[in-house]
Each structure stands twice: as C-alpha cells, then as structure tokens.
C-alpha cells in the first residue's frame, strides 16, 4: 500500500466527523496531561531549583493556554478547523522536545534525557490514526524523530551529556550510553511508520466502505426505477383498457362520438410516451395530460361529468410524480361518478404548505361502500395501489397519502409531497397549457 498516494482521497463526512470528535477527545487528554503536569510541577516546585522550575513554567504555561484557547475560541462551533488536527500535535511533539532541553539546560542531560517525559512522544503518535490524514501522521512522525535526534545532536556537540559505551557503568556514573538513544531513536522510527501506516489503513478501509456503499446505493436506486418503470407501464395499458371499452360501447350508438374518443385517445396516449422516462415531471405537464383524458371522458358522459381545476399561482412548475392526476381521476369518474344516475363532478386542488405541495382530488359520487363493492367485483383499484407504492419510493416519509369518504359525501384523495420546483415549458400537443386547462374547468 502507498502510504502517500492518498491526496486525491476526499475523505466522507462521516470520516470528518469522526475525526473531528476524536480531535476533541485527544484535546481533552491533552487538558488532563498538563494540568496533572501543572499540579505535579507546582507540588515540586519547592524542591526544585529555580532554573528547573523556570523551565516547566516556559513549556506548561504556554502548553496550558493553547489547550484552554481551544475550548474558549472553537469548540462552540459545529466542526473544528482542519488545520487544528496538524497544529496540536506540532505543539505536543514541541512542547516534549522543549521540555527536554530546559532541563538539560536548567540541570543536566543526563536528567532530561531519562525523564519519563519522553515516553509522551509515543503518546502523540498513538492519536494520528483517529484523527489526522496519512500525510500528517507521516509529518509527525518525521517531526518527532527530527526535534529527537535534533535534540541528542545538539546535547552532545554542547558537551552536556557525558558518554560511556558500557550500560552498566552508564547508570553507575550517571552517563548516557549511545546505544540507548539509539534504540530510542529506532523506537520512534517504528512507532511512526506503524502509526502512518494505521492512519492509512484506516483511509483505505472508509474509501473501500464508501466505495461499496455507493455501489449499493446505486443497485437500490436502478432496483427502485426499474420498480417505478413497471409500475407506471401498469397504468397505461389499465388506462387504454377502460378508455377502448367505452370506445366499443359507443360503437354501435354514436359512431362519431367513438370515433372522436379514439382520436383524443391517440393524443393522449402520445403526450404519455413523450415523457415515459421521467419519473417526475411539472404540475403543468400533468394539467396537460389531465386534459387530454378529460377530453375523451367528455365525449362518454357529455353533460354528466364536470371537472374543475383549483391550482394555486406558483406551483404550476412544482415537480409531482408523472402519471399522478390521470389513475386518481379516473378512479374518481370510474367508481364514483360512473355509477350514478345523474351528473357528477370532480375538483382537483393543488396548493402550497410551506415546503410541502398538497394535491386533493374530490368527487361526489356513490360513496365509499358502493365504491369498495365496485372495486372488488371488477378487480379494481390499481390507481390508489400503484400511487401508493410510487410515492412511498420517490418521497419515502416525506409525503402523505390519504384517502376515504367525505362528509357530504363521495370520496376524498389528498396528497402531501415536498414541494420542488421544475421547469414550466410549452404543452408537446400544440398551444399553451394555459389554454388546454380552460378546457379540463368545464367537461
């Protein structure tokens, strides 16, 4: 695995957040550390000699405000700067490093070099995996073993650390041997190649886990329009049925007014397949479609059938799954209006809430328990069943569907879906689909 090549990887916003959160926590144990050093230092302080005690003051004073600035200035916001997760350890593998130093200076290099503070440069590079990209898990890594070695270079070219190649006699005169800060300097070396290559397994195991989860996403979506395809080719040859039956019924009484159904018929069937591929489409386009279809109920029912349309200004463009208005209305006509004796109307409203877009189709037909008996005895009922299950795929629990008797009687369809706004353009059947709408107000 290349531990670099990653710069092209966008981390997800799932990654970020992660990051984000374990930055805060390593912040917090940054917090604890210092002010247990604090508390440890100023408990040591009278045994201490001055310029020792100078030294911790110089590196935890200035340690301890950065940490508490952090709380102060970011960490009301929602995420923490990004260039945050590259300071603090910066700041942490400094601050150990000067620490060091002030007390070679302020004692001897025999004292800094084996005080258990250099332990907290492991510390450091344990948090890059959780909290940093490769590329900073490799800078702090180099950056420790640099200000490390750095460190030894410049303790022993300033003569103050005395040396002896024999451990043993090193920690009886109190020298430094060369072989333990060599292996120190290994130490760091290993911890900070494991520590890179862990930020880095991390990266590939969420590249791979978003790469998989894209795929699957893309499978449910294709399963989805595959499923909403079929539901909609379901309603177009339900709708063709029906609208050549009546056709063949007028057959025989009035073959002028069948032939006018299947000449609206035609165009309507050609409105629908000029816009089979799309899934939602403007509310202005289903007026259109809507339209048409009345137009052939018109010469079945004649003067017994009035359709009206109450559309609100401003959501003619708003986008409704295609195919929404024709099934419920002609649900409406066929079950409610159909089998009364006398005239009948459906209303259409469509208006804004809010963020949401409501559609109510109302009719004052035969009630909802003749409705119900017609729809079992015919096998019925597609238009309801096939929204239904559209709307649960397109808007999820994002819309509401509701449907059943009204008081004064007939039955009530009422749709809430999230308002979103399409593109108006002219009716595909000639003339404007202002002008076609004048013709759907009175059937």
Not at 46 to 64: E, F, I, K, R, Y
Request: include cysteine; charge should be positive; hydrophobic fraction near 45%.
């Amino acid at each position: 695995m290349q531990l670099f090549a990653t710069s092209a990887f966008a981390p997800p916003q799932s990654l970020r957040l992660r990051r984000d959160r374990a930055e805060r926590i390593l912040n917090g144990l940054r917090a604890a550390v210092v002010f247990l050093l604090t508390a440890s230092a100023l408990m040591y302080a009278p045994h201490l000699s001055q310029a020792l005690n100078t030294a911790n003051v110089l590196v935890l004073g200035p340690t301890l405000l950065w940490t508490v600035a952090q709380y102060v200035i970011w960490y009301r916001r929602t995420e923490l700067p990004d260039w945050l997760s590259a300071v603090n350890p910066i700041v942490d593998v400094t601050a150990v490093t000067a620490i060091i130093g002030g007390y070679a200076v302020a004692h001897s290099g025999v004292l800094a070099l084996r005080s258990p503070i250099f332990l907290m440069y492991f510390v450091v590079l344990a948090g890059r995996p959780v909290a940093s990209s490769v590329r900073k898990a490799a800078f702090i890594s180099a950056l420790a073993f640099v200000e490390y070695a750095g460190l030894l270079i410049w303790l022993w070219a300033t003569n103050r650390i005395p040396l002896v190649v024999n451990p043993i006699a090193a920690v009886e005169l109190a020298r430094v041997t060369p072989l333990d800060e060599a292996a120190k300097l290994i130490l760091l070396a290993v911890f900070g190649i494991v520590s890179t290559y862990a930020t880095s397994w991390v990266e590939h195991l969420v590249r791979e886990a978003s790469k998989e989860s894209a795929e699957r996403q893309r499978v449910v979506t294709r399963l989805v329009q595959s499923e909403l395809d079929t539901l909609k080719l379901q309603l177009n040859p339900h709708f063709l049925f029906n609208a050549l039956n009546g056709a063949m019924a007028l057959i025989a009484t009035d073959p002028p007014a069948a032939e006018r159904m299947v000449s609206e018929l035609s165009d309507f069937l050609r409105l629908v397949l000029s816009q089979s591929s799309e899934q939602e489409v403007p509310l202005e386009r289903e007026l259109g479609l809507l339209d048409r279809y009345v137009a052939i109920q018109r010469v079945r029912f004649q003067d017994r059938l009035t359709v009206s349309c109450n559309i609100e200004d401003g959501v003619r463009a708003a986008l409704v799954p295609s195919l929404l208005l024709q099934p419920l209305v002609e649900n409406a006509i066929r079950h409610g209006i159909s089998p009364r004796a006398g005239a009948g109307y459906v209303q259409v409203t469509a208006r804004r809430l809010g963020d949401k877009l409501s559609i109510t189709i109302v009719d004052d037909g035969v009630g909802v328990r003749a409705r119900r008996s017609r729809e079992r005895s015919r096998g019925t009922g597609l238009g309801l069943t096939n929204t239904t299950t559209r709307l649960i795929h397109l808007y999820g629990d994002s819309h509401e569907f509701e449907s059943g008797p009204r008081e004064e009687g007939g039955y009530e369809v009422r749709i809430t879906i999230p308002f979103k706004l399409g593109r108006l353009s002219p009716a595909r059947n000639g003339g404007p689909v202002e002008a076609n709408l004048a013709a759907v107000v009175q059937s």
